[in-house]
């Protein structure tokens, strides 16, 4: 803690959305979500591109009286538009995206085989699109089925030669698509990554914290499982920073949220939560093994870290287990209370919040009297 601290501002539900704003509705929400949702806006769009291109085809087809072409075409746009609905149902946008793979791969072979060269020009697209619609396992078995089918049909080319060319080109198309596909996966990963990590010491930040909280306060409110909430504080930070320089404050951050992590379970989360606090999600953990594990890891930073000077790090810990229908703000309040006791106590030690009764108009960020 650095002298005064300014008051927090705590979340108050999911951090997927700003602080009092309400769910879009109608078309807005319909433009929100999608854009939220690259996979639910990349499958609508071509779903309603297939329509838009194919349907005056089909209509055309039944003017001039084939029927048939005219009935196929059709079929072909109710079943991408079946998809695109299918898309919009909670959590079925990755089963859609293979089932538009499938329907349009499908779509291609009938064309194709039907009417022979003028039906591959459709391929190329499909070969591309294949891989933005569904996992690059699956893109690529269905372009091998389209190549080998098509390859192998003997009304489909005038000669081998034209069949060679189109195999070539087919299989310097997937391969491209492939490419794209697996480099646009490790930047959306990468951006993931640095939206949800803290840069300095790769612990998960705010954000990730805001949005975790919701789905911890949903899960307990369906399963009443324990979980308990720690604060933890480096001691006496900003005489660290002041004495040998923030590179090496820096790097006791790097230092400590590393032993964090080399003795905290699997299922445990921990966040930067600003400066030199860090939050620590316990999941199915209540008071009293919490604070066994918290000790046990208050006494692993003092024993394992040390200041340049050769002095012991030490922090300081506040925690608090969720009660039945509490807020994530006072979860947090009651837990920033227990820091609070465990600052003014003495420091390097762990403070519960069961263990005392704190005012609740007092609770909020009383930490400005306390002085590193």
């Known amino acids: 803690m650095n002298g005064s601290s300014p008051q927090r501002s705590f979340p108050q539900g999911s951090g997927q959305r700003a602080r009092g704003d309400a769910p879009l509705g109608g078309w807005r929400g319909a433009i929100n979500r999608a854009t939220e949702d690259p996979q639910l806006g990349l499958i609508s769009f071509f779903a309603a591109l297939i329509a838009l291109i194919v349907l005056p085809f089909s209509i055309y087809r039944f003017a001039q009286g084939q029927v048939g072409v005219g009935i196929i075409d059709a079929l072909i746009v109710i079943a991408v538009s079946a998809v695109g609905f299918v898309a919009w149902r909670p959590g079925q946008a990755a089963r859609a995206g293979l089932l538009m793979a499938i329907v349009t791969t499908g779509s291609c072979l009938v064309v194709s085989l039907l009417f022979a060269r003028h039906g591959l020009l459709w391929s190329y697209a499909v070969l591309t699109t294949n891989f933005l619609m569904t996992s690059r396992r699956m893109a ?14 003997p009304e489909v080319f005038a000669n081998h030669v034209e069949r060679v060319v189109f195999l070539s080109s087919g299989v310097l198309v997937s391969l491209c698509a492939f490419i794209f596909s697996l480099q646009s996966t490790r930047q959306r990963q990468a951006l993931e990554h640095m939206a949800i990590h803290d840069p300095l010491t790769q612990a998960m930040n705010r954000r990730a914290f805001d949005i975790d909280l919701a789905t911890t306060l949903q899960t307990h409110q369906l399963s009443r499982s324990p979980c308990t909430l720690a604060i933890i504080d480096l001691d006496h930070f900003k005489s660290v920073n002041d004495t040998f320089g923030h590179e090496v404050g820096d790097e006791l951050l790097v230092e400590m949220v590393r032993t964090l992590r080399i003795h905290q379970r699997e299922q445990d ?66 837990a920033d209370a227990a820091l609070y006791r465990a600052k003014n106590g003495g420091r390097n030690r762990v403070m519960m919040a069961n263990q005392f009764d704190p005012p609740v108009d007092q609770a909020i960020d009383r930490r400005g009297a306390v002085h590193d």
């Open 140 to 153: 690529m078995i269905a372009n091998v089925t389209v190549l080998a089918i098509l390859g192998r049909h």
């Open 269 to 334: 989360r921990l966040y930067r939560f600003g400066g030199e606090e860090f939050i620590l999600l316990v999941p199915d953990t209540g008071a009293h093994g919490a604070q066994h594990a918290l000790e046990g890891l208050r006494e692993t930073i003092f024993q394992t870290l040390r200041r340049p000077d050769g002095q012991p790090v030490s922090v300081s810990i506040g925690a608090a287990t969720l009660e039945p229908g509490e807020r994530g703000a006072f979860w947090l309040t009651r």
